[in-house]
Each structure stands twice: as C-alpha cells, then as structure tokens.
C-alpha cells in the first residue's frame, strides 16, 4: 500500500483513540452527507456529487454531527453532567437553526430567483431543513455515537 495511506491510517486510528468524541461526530455528518448524495443522485436519477458539501436535504448533517456529539458526551459523562448540558444547548440552537432561520432564508431566496429570473446569478435556495430532514439528521446522529460507544 501507498506510504500515504498508512499515515492516514495511522492518524485516523490515533485520532480515534485520542478523541472518540470528534471522530464520532465527524463520522455522523460524513455519514449524512453520503445519505444526502446518494438521496439526491436516486431522485434525479443522475449523479449529483455537488451533494456531498452543500447544505440543505435529507437528511441533516448539521442535526446528525449535533446529536452524536451529544449522545457521545451523554454517554461518557452521564446525562446529569455539566458538559451535557452545554452540548445540549448549543446543539438546540443548531437544530433550530437548521429548520428555522436557515430554512425561512432558502424560502427568501425562492422568491427573490423568481422576481429576478435569469437576470443575474440566483440566490442559493437550499441553505436549511424541513423538520423531517432535522429529525431524521438527529436519529442518524444517535444511531452513530451508539455504534460508536457501545459496540
């Protein structure tokens, strides 16, 4: 194998071993984001590989990192502790963001494209998250710290 790969590997598995929490969080959006590509190339019936870095669509990779670091801390720390109570605050304000803020400002954007039409370059319109897409973003995020902490 190439020399580069086995330092990859090597600072991946010493990563992992360093800070599970990250990497289990890193994995959780990294996982989102390959069930958002795959979701989006399906519907359109073509490959739609932009879909791996953007945002918007199901499901959330936001709500899915969010929830596993969550869960990860909950697990680690206990549920009572001082540490989940901050993570579960702050991943409060993503999620909400996701489905509320970003979402209305996608909504804005939809309208402003259609008042401008192709006159100028359009307003992207898929920055935030049906509710759907934050709550299925946050199962996947819970599925992973699982896997992660308790296999």
């Known amino acids: 194998m190439h020399p580069l790969f086995h330092a990859l590997a090597f600072f991946l598995h010493q990563l992992a071993h ?7 969080a890193a994995s959780a959006m990294a996982s989102a984001q390959v069930i958002k590509f795959l979701v989006a190339s399906i519907r359109a019936r073509t490959i739609l590989s932009e879909r791996l870095f953007s945002s918007g669509g199901m499901p959330s990779s936001h709500s899915a990192m969010v929830t596993a670091l969550g869960t990860a801390v909950g697990i680690t720390h206990g549920w009572h502790s001082d540490l989940f109570a901050i993570v579960a605050v702050f991943s409060t304000i993503v999620l909400y963001d996701a ?14 494209n259609s008042l401008l039409g192709s006159s100028q370059d359009p307003f992207k319109e898929q920055l935030g998250h049906t509710p759907q897409e934050v709550v299925a973003g946050a ?10 902490y308790t296999i």
Do not use: D, H, P, S
Not at 99 to 112: E, M, S
Not at 139 to 148: K, M, Q, Y
């Open 139 to 148: 199962v996947l995020g819970v599925i992973v710290a699982l896997l992660f």
């Open 18 to 24: 360093e800070n599970l929490m990250l990497v289990t």
């Open 99 to 112: 489905v509320g803020i970003r979402y209305a400002v996608g909504q804005q954007a939809r309208f402003l």
